[in-house]
């Protein structure tokens, strides 16, 4: 049974960092493309980050892209989101994703249609 487990969320003040994790079955772990998510109340689910199969190569949303990073680790088959200097505007839902592919084009847009499987969601809150 394919399983992403997101965990990490949370409340915090401007400025703080969180990192989100997200578990997965050893299978998809090794053998899929994963990312990130997020949703905000009211807003459509976007894009935030990809890591290739290997877990070497990263793909950021441009609002993202300094201040988040995605990385794995293969012992834990565990995906991370390093989250520094949140903003208010970071507040959403956050889901863990894995992708059937990677796209030839890298844009945000590419990766949705390639999600086989989501997290739950974890909330982060992000106070001014």
């Known amino acids: 049974q394919v399983q992403l487990v997101e965990s990490g969320g949370g409340s915090v003040q401007a400025g703080d960092s969180l990192r989100l994790s997200c578990a997965a079955s050893?299978?998809?772990?090794?053998?899929?493309?994963m990312g990130w998510f997020r949703q905000a109340p009211g807003k459509e689910r976007e894009f935030v980050a990809a890591?290739?199969?290997?877990?070497?190569?990263?793909y950021y949303a441009d609002s993202v892209k300094g201040q988040f990073t995605i990385s794995g680790d293969n012992a834990k088959n565990t995906l991370y989101l390093q989250m520094n200097s949140l903003k208010p505007d970071d507040t959403a839902v956050y889901y863990c994703?894995?992708?059937?592919?990677?796209?030839?084009?890298?844009?945000?847009?590419?990766?949705?249609?390639?999600?086989?499987?989501w997290g739950q969601g974890t909330q982060v809150t992000v106070s001014s």
């Open positions: 994703a894995a992708f059937g592919g990677w796209p030839s084009i890298t844009t945000p847009q590419a990766f949705p249609p390639l999600v086989n499987y």
């Open positions: 050893g299978c998809i772990f090794k053998n899929y493309p």
């Open positions: 890591i290739g199969r290997s877990k070497i190569i990263t």
